[in-house]
Structure formats: C-alpha cells, structure tokens
C-alpha cells in the first residue's frame, strides 16, 4: 500500500500545486481567451489531484479525505517538483519586480505538460487498475495543455525581440528545475518496482525530442545546466511554497469543520 500511496501523493501534489499556480491568472491573463484558457487549464489539473487524492486517501483509510491531503498537509509533507511552485517572474531582483510574467508561466507548463503526456500514456499501463483509469483520463487534458503551451512558446520565442528575449530568459531561468525529473525518489523507485509507476528515465529520450522540436521552431536556444538538483518531491522546497499553501489552504483550515 505504501509504495502506492507515496506515490499518488507526488502526482497529486504536482497536479494541485501547478494548478494554484496557474489559477493565479484567473483575472489578470494578457488577453481574455488567454485568461480563460488558463482557467481551464488550472480546473483540469485540480481535477486530477481530485481524483488521485481521494485514491490515495481511500489507501490511507480511517478519517483521511482529499481534502485533509489537500489542506491540512503542511509543507514538508508535499512532494511535488520545486519547478511547479515557483511565482511567475524570473530570477528576483528585487520585490519590485513584476509578479505575472507570462513567458515564465508558459515556458513552466510546456517544460512539464511535455513530461506528463509522456507519463500518462505510461501510467495507462498501471498495475493498479484506477491510477490507470486516471492516467487515461488525463492524458487527454494534458495533451490539450502541451499543444496551448507549445503553441504560446512558438508565438513568443519567434515573435518580436522583446517577447524573444522574455521566452529565452524564463526558459534559462527554469530549465534547471527540470533535471528533478530524472532523479528517481524512493517513492518513485518503490512504486516502479511494484509496477504502479513509471521510471521516468525511459521517457527522457521522448521528452528532449518533444523539447528539441519546440525550441527550433521557436528559435530559442537550449541552456546548458549543473549543479543542485532540487529536491521538492522529497519534501526539501523552495520558500515559495510555504506562501502558496497559506493562501490555499486559509480558508479550510480556518474553517475546519466546515461543509461546502
């Protein structure tokens, strides 16, 4: 169970994560389809932790729910990548700096859409029969958000030299967050030995393919990256995520006993 269940939470956690991130735009997109879209896009994601937390919780068994998975989990306890949690600017300067930077946002969903396509399609052959019920499932929303993102990084990478500029630097800025994806966790390595997950090392190949193609099209240039590894889905984060839950989770834990 265990192997399963640690395992769901690191797929539910990056779900609800980059779907609060996102959602961020509900108000403020650059135009209004733009704002809508990445409403849609945030409902489809806070759709699959749904259901991957009321699995997990279902595993979990006594009083568990998805939403004490959800909100009263502090942040240690979250194990989604450190990418998903950042704000939606580049490298800080200064708080003075703008907070909304679309190219951050759409840079940030490619990069990860690109692995979950990958991923789904692989999760479809789960051994446990409702992960790959989801993993179907999803893999139809996320196809939809790799070709929204893809067709953004287009537009922005091989547009004008100022939205150029501003694509190639968010990509610089959070392609070293991707080399998380190819450090197995033991929470990763347990469910792949059990034949819950997927190693996502045999998607690595797809993946630069899938990133490759995009980036000639866009005429951005790939970094070249080292050094840390960040470690979110083990529980080691960025200070961003601490601010994110707070606001997420105010309203359920001021509430506690609250029915919606």
């Not at 769901?8 to 609800?16: I, K, Q, V």
Request: glycine share 8%; with cysteine; proline share 3%.
């Amino acid at each position: 169970m265990k192997p399963a269940l640690d395992y769901l939470l690191h797929l539910a956690d990056n779900a609800l994560v980059l779907g609060q991130r996102n959602a961020e735009w509900c108000g403020h997109g650059p135009i209004l389809e733009e704002d809508i879209a990445l409403s849609n896009v945030s409902l489809d994601l806070i759709g699959q932790a749904r259901l991957l937390y009321q699995l997990a919780a279902g595993l979990k068994g006594g009083n568990c729910t998805e939403d004490r998975l959800a909100y009263f989990r502090d942040t240690h306890e979250f194990r989604n990548y450190t990418l998903l949690e950042l704000p939606h600017h580049g490298p800080l300067s200064g708080y003075g700096q703008d907070t909304l930077d679309y190219a951050t946002t759409i840079v940030r969903n490619f990069l990860y859409s690109a692995l979950m396509a990958l991923l789904w399609e692989g999760l479809e052959k789960s051994a446990n029969a409702d992960l790959a019920a989801i993993a179907a499932k999803s893999l139809k929303e996320v196809r939809y958000h790799l070709r929204h993102s893809r067709d953004w990084l287009v537009r922005l990478g091989d547009g004008t030299d100022e939205s150029h500029a501003r694509a190639q630097a968010a990509l610089d800025h959070l392609f070293p967050y991707t080399q998380e994806f190819w450090v197995n966790s033991p929470a990763e390595a347990a469910a792949i030995a059990a034949g819950i997950g997927v190693d996502v090392n045999t998607l690595k190949a797809d993946w630069d393919a899938i990133l490759e193609a995009a980036l000639q099209e866009a005429t951005l240039q790939r970094p070249t990256v080292g050094g840390y590894v960040t470690e979110g889905k083990r529980g080691i984060h960025s200070e961003h995520l601490g601010f994110l839950l707070a606001e997420m989770q105010s309203l359920a834990r001021a509430h506690p006993n609250g029915v919606w």
